[in-house]
């Protein structure tokens, strides 16, 4: 019986045979109670946001009971990790419950993060801490709202367990579901390890259940590639667009379908600053903001070694060269939509990478640049824009192009306005939003959790009773750092 009544979970992964996973037992979180439970994802898969409270429920959202009669999963995979190929990762905390079907016929694959050891866990522990859990469950949840692709979180739950990180910290177990967990890292291990057929069955897998109008082409499998390489080009422009970092972007981190996958120590930025790095890890910035796009491509490099059992190498080449020009492309339509520019013109780019430079130059604060250039108007002195910069004129010469720019355009100003507040969100997940919601939880208060869920679930909105959540970061945001810990 489904511990959800109106749900009925299969296990699509047993399709693939058994080298691609190791069966898990449970390993209890002592007395598991419900930290946060997400009721829109709830709507989606059609259960009552209630249901999770129920005690059947939260025994399999800790892990305490699988699914009966089906086996709960982890699955294999490698990944090159900070450029340096790690032979075996594989969900060492993670394991797949099974999957569902909504009520449009979407299949969703769920996922426990942080329910213990698995043959994969290497020196790890298999547990996440509440720290980590609730960030990951507040950006996936974030990012959807944003309209980025995304796994998904529906629920945390939360124990007085210990687990040890730099200090104690308490275990939790993070509920997600995504269309898929498959990455790159999963089709990288068994080309390395010279396990070709068992590459040509899991690229059949994804295009059965994820690209099936690839298995119409010419060539599936170059279609395929096709595909993650125009999905991946699609993902990085939306994080640069938004000012998103990841923090890892290894090879087991990207997913197979384009969506922002494994959130550890990610980060919007603030102030901006093209060389960010928002994982106090990285000590070379081989993440860094800038340099995100051109790791896609890197990545893809990987995957492509990968398919080369299928797929021709000049073949793989073609469609990897194609990847600078498609992220490009998006990349500017993003931008311009930011701007409220509709009438395409030739230096365009040119006006964006000048407005970039000068926010790089004052680390101005992204987000709240963007929102208020919707009230941009070349008649007045634009006092809350200029005052985002310390130096003035910087912004005036940037102001003097756009509004010659803005002259171009045929929308009128009002429509402008509307169409920007609908791109430039108000709310993002600032660091310093998801320490205070992680403190007040630390000390059993899970209220701060659930508004800013729902603050951030609408991005584009003004919400006066969430005008708090809007501000630039205090000066004590300065002192958190993040880290692959979590
Ligand atoms: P990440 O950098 O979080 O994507 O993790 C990289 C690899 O380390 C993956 O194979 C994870 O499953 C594994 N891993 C991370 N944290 C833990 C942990 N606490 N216990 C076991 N495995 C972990
Ligand atoms: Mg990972």
């Known amino acids: 019986m489904s511990p959800f009544s109106s749900l009925t979970f299969g296990q699509r992964l047993l399709e693939l045979p058994p080298v691609f996973y190791r069966h898990i037992q449970p390993q209890p979180l002592s007395e598991p109670y419900l930290v946060a439970g997400n009721a829109r994802l709830c709507e989606t898969l059609g259960i009552p946001s209630s249901a999770l409270a129920q005690p059947a429920a939260l025994a399999l959202l800790s892990g305490k009971q699988f699914v009966p009669g089906l086996p709960a999963l982890a699955a294999l995979y490698a990944g090159h990790q900070f450029g340096v190929y790690v032979p075996q990762l594989g969900d ?7 999957d569902t079907v909504d009520g449009e016929g979407r299949r969703w694959e769920w996922q426990l993060k942080g329910a213990g050891l698995t043959p994969f866990s290497r020196m790890g522990d298999g547990r996440a801490v509440l720290r980590s859990t609730i ?6 949840e974030a990012m959807h709202a944003l309209g980025i692709p995304t796994t998904r979180a529906l629920a945390m739950t939360g124990s007085a367990d210990p687990v040890y990180r730099e200090r104690p910290e308490t275990a939790a ?3 997600r579901l995504a269309e898929s967990f498959i990455r790159f890292g999963s089709f990288e291990v068994f080309y390395h390890r010279g396990q070709h057929d068992e590459i040509r069955l899991l690229a059949d897998f994804v295009i059965r259940h994820h690209f099936p109008h690839c298995a119409q082409a010419e060539q599936p499998y170059a ?23 990841h923090g890892v972007m290894n090879t087991d981190n990207m997913s197979i379908l384009g969506l922002t996958l494994d959130y550890g120590p990610f980060g919007f930025m603030d102030g901006f600053n093209a060389a960010h790095v928002c994982n106090h890890s990285d ?14 491509l890197w990545n893809l490099h990987c995957l492509a070694s990968a398919f080369l059992p299928l797929v021709s190498e000049e073949g793989l080449l073609e469609m990897l060269s194609s990847y600078r020009e498609q992220y490009s492309q998006y990349w500017l339509i993003l931008m311009r939509n930011k701007l409220g520019l509709v009438v395409e013109q030739e230096g365009d780019e040119a006006l964006i990478e000048a407005l970039l430079l000068a926010l790089h130059a004052h680390h101005t604060d992204y987000t709240l640049f963007f929102r208020r250039l919707a009230d941009f108007d070349s008649t007045t002195d634009n006092r809350a824009l200029r005052d985002l910069f310390v130096d003035r004129s910087l912004f005036d010469d940037w102001a003097a192009s756009y509004a010659v720019r803005l002259q171009r355009e045929t929308r009128p100003a009002a429509a402008r306005k509307l169409a920007m507040l609908a791109v430039n969100p108000k709310y993002i997940l600032r660091n310093y939003l998801a320490e205070q919601a992680i403190q007040a939880a630390q000390q059993g208060d899970f209220s701060q959790i659930a508004s800013l869920h729902d603050c951030l679930s609408h991005p584009f909105d003004e919400q006066p009773q969430y005008q708090a959540y809007a501000a630039e970061p205090p000066a004590w945001a300065q002192e958190i750092s993040v880290s692959c810990s979590s």
């Open 92 to 98: 060492g905390r993670a394991l797949s419950l099974g």
């Open 223 to 245: 279609a395929l590639f096709a595909e993650i390489v125009a999905r991946t080009a699609q993902l990085l422009a939306h994080w640069q667009a938004v000012g998103f970092c």
């Open 283 to 296: 000590h070379a910035g081989r993440y860094a903001y800038n340099q995100q796009p051109q790791v896609g």
């Open 135 to 140: 960030r990951e469950y507040l950006c996936s």
């Open 173 to 175: 177990v993070l509920t």
